[in-house]
């Protein structure tokens, strides 16, 4: 049964610092017929991601933010409940971002259909999906870690980081992960195979304690966060060191971006920092995710999910869990029965 | 005649801030008898470089600061007027790191021959030697630019900026320079070559002015100077840009080094930022040196040079003059006749 109306997600406002509620709108839409080429898609799982931050905002980026009045940008996993498509059947799962809404209308662009036999449909949003992506293209295409490099992650035990040093390991380097409570740090340890956690809230010296944890310096450094542990990183990286540049999420809901204080480290380390934006890999999503999907069938992957069971409207307060760091692993909100 | 004594520039406190004359002192010592496989020199030219600074500090850097009490580092030219090495002969001229003194022993480490008669010998100092090849192997190895694109340039007039524009033109790509005065704009674009120049101090705003000379945005951006420069750059990246960071020269006399605010710009353009020493290229000075020298022998490259005349104590003085950007071209301090 297809209801008659559902609810959207809509940006209300841009927010300043961390978004609040009444940044969004909830409002109660017509279920539209998909016309010729299109199909309907049921939302089932819904992606929080960092990046949701960047599209509120009117500041440049590598896309437009989301209009106020829009619905909000986001990605999703979904059933196909109509369709005029002739590439999307009614039955079939789908990826794809297509916000903040209990329905959505696709022409099938930046659509994929995704294989339940292969795993969990839900992990279309984590390793299966951007965050894997993220983590296999940043991690390996921008770090180029070698064996035997030590590679330090920040928000390691999130939806990239996490993978991001497991796949370090997979590639005979040594991992180091920074959390920021000490479960997370176990979790590092215990089950993702880092060979050392760092919790950056408590250490009482981060210097020290990447010191400690990283004596050869660091190789590569895959960061998610910028702020404070972006500059004690610089401070300890070895030479010919690479950073990779994957987010700042200590720094998306500040009033005013602070820099790296210690990017002239680059220049003693002959170092690099380079940013990264998955979709520029596009024409190799394909054998990646083949890639991804062995390891993880393999048992060599651990891919934690972080699945609140709620409803659209609980958007604004499950971002902020993301915010706040309350996550381990791939954060999604699950609407209802899939 | 060679003196039985002579005056050496000796560090005696670290600076904060701008060095000032009382973080030097001058000694007279007596003048050395070069041993075996040692021989003198009488220094004739002084070189005065950005790095200078660094070497007062000690904060972490490349290689260890010079101790308080020692002869100031810095690179000269002079002539060999005592022998005990079979290498170097007396009235072979020479250029290497010896100090801030008026006679310096060298075991032939880190020195060369100079060929008087490829160029004039001061060029040891500048595009024949240290900023020479760092702009070389900056640009070209680092910034690896391609015809057609833009690479801006800042500190633009001084000895290693002045080379980047016109090399860069050499390899078919737009030069834009920035400059603190507008004699020395003009300089860019009337003697050197530079297909716009922009007066950093005086530009209402520097976006608009990077806009307006670069309208697809910036390829390449070779840093000497970080601060609001490098900030202003970050905001008018071309997609995959790359920065070149060789230097911060605003930076080096500040209390508390300021991190680039637009840091993530990297990660909205693709961009990256990679530290860059010119030590590292040491196994390809010579060929280096070659392709510099015969541009210059063609008038491919002009090398202006800034010579003061005076003394060896006239150090901390005109050291000033190049942390206030007084100078265009290659600074250097003339010794007495040569």
């Known amino acids: ?46 992606s929080l991601d960092p990046y949701m931050r960047g599209r509120m905002s009117d500041a440049r980026s590598y896309v437009p933010p989301v209009a106020v009045g829009d619905v909000m940008e986001g990605g999703i996993v979904g059933e196909v409940v109509r369709s005029n498509h002739p590439g999307f059947a009614v039955g079939d799962v789908v990826e794809g971002r297509l916000g903040w809404q209990e ?23 984590g390793v299966l999906g951007m965050p894997g992506l993220t983590a296999y293209f940043g991690l390996l295409d921008v770090g180029q870690p070698k064996a035997g490099e030590t590679v330090v992650v920040s928000a390691a035990s999130g939806a990239v980081g996490g993978l991001v040093g497991q796949i370090a390991k997979l590639k005979g380097c040594r991992a180091v992960g920074l959390a920021g409570t000490d479960a997370k740090v176990r979790y590092l340890t215990e089950e993702l195979g880092y060979d050392a956690g760092i919790n950056y809230r ?41 950073i990779v ?4 999420v200590s720094q998306y809901n500040a009033h005013q971006v602070r820099g790296p204080a210690n990017y002239l480290s680059l220049l003693v380390s002959r170092a690099s920092m ?5 979709f520029d890999y596009h024409d190799r999503f394909g054998p990646a995710t083949a890639e991804l999907a062995q390891w993880l069938s393999e048992g060599r992957l651990v ?19 993301l915010f706040a760091g309350e996550n381990t692993g791939k954060l999604i909100l699950a609407t209802g029965a899939s």
């Open 1 to 46: 049964m297809i209801p008659a109306t559902h609810r959207q997600i809509r940006l209300a406002a841009r927010p300043t610092g961390y978004p609040r509620d009444d940044d969004f709108r909830i409002v109660e839409s017509p279920v539209p017929e998909p016309g010729s080429g299109e199909f309907l898609v049921r939302v089932v799982y819904l």
């Open 202 to 242: 408590t250490a009482p010296n981060l210097d020290a304690a990447l010191q400690a944890t990283c004596p050869g310096g660091i190789d590569v450094y895959f960061d998610n966060v910028g702020g404070d542990v972006l500059d004690a990183v610089l401070t300890r990286l070895a030479r010919g060191a690479r």
């Open 303 to 321: 891919a934690r999910e972080h699945i609140v069971h709620g409803s659209v409207t609980d958007f604004p307060e499950v971002l902020l869990k």
């Open 103 to 125: 329905y959505a209308l696709s022409s099938g662009k930046g659509a994929r259909r995704i294989d339940p036999a292969l795993a969990p449909i839900s992990t279309a949003l």
């Open 274 to 278: 380079t940013g990264m934006l998955v």
């Open 245 to 248: 540049l994957c987010g700042a």
